[in-house]
């Protein structure tokens, strides 16, 4: 029976990383907007006239009008995420563990662990 990743890593992270995820949902809406998700479940570049004889290359400012929107919807959210997590006891436990360690590893092999759970 092959090991999940999850097991291989240190439980205090696993438990410190579970508990920002599940304190801060911010996060998950912070992903999707990276990814190009708008808050209705929509990538932002299925929106518009894109059939085969509209190409993006004569469709660019609506094009660049969906990358601004995306790269928009991300900051607002990664901004909303950063100002909760500031006051989360959770969010500040993580950041105490990868700048000083703990569970017996040093701060880089903690932010190599962490590194896995992404």
């Known amino acids: 029976e092959a090991a999940t990743p999850v097991q291989d890593i240190n439980p205090l992270l696993v438990e410190a990383w579970e508990t920002v995820q599940r304190e801060l949902p911010e996060l998950e809406e912070v992903d999707n907007a990276r990814m190009g998700m708008m ?38 959210q990664f901004n909303r995420a950063v100002r909760k997590g500031r006051e989360l006891e959770s969010v500040k436990k993580l950041c105490e563990m990868m700048k000083k360690g703990a569970g017996g590893m040093d701060k880089k092999a903690i932010r190599a662990e962490s590194q896995k759970l992404q």
């Open 39 to 76: 808050p209705d479940k929509q990538y932002v570049f299925q929106t518009g006239d894109a059939g085969p004889n509209n190409p993006i290359y004569k469709r660019k400012y609506e094009v660049l009008s969906m990358t601004l929107n995306q790269q928009q919807n991300y900051m607002r």
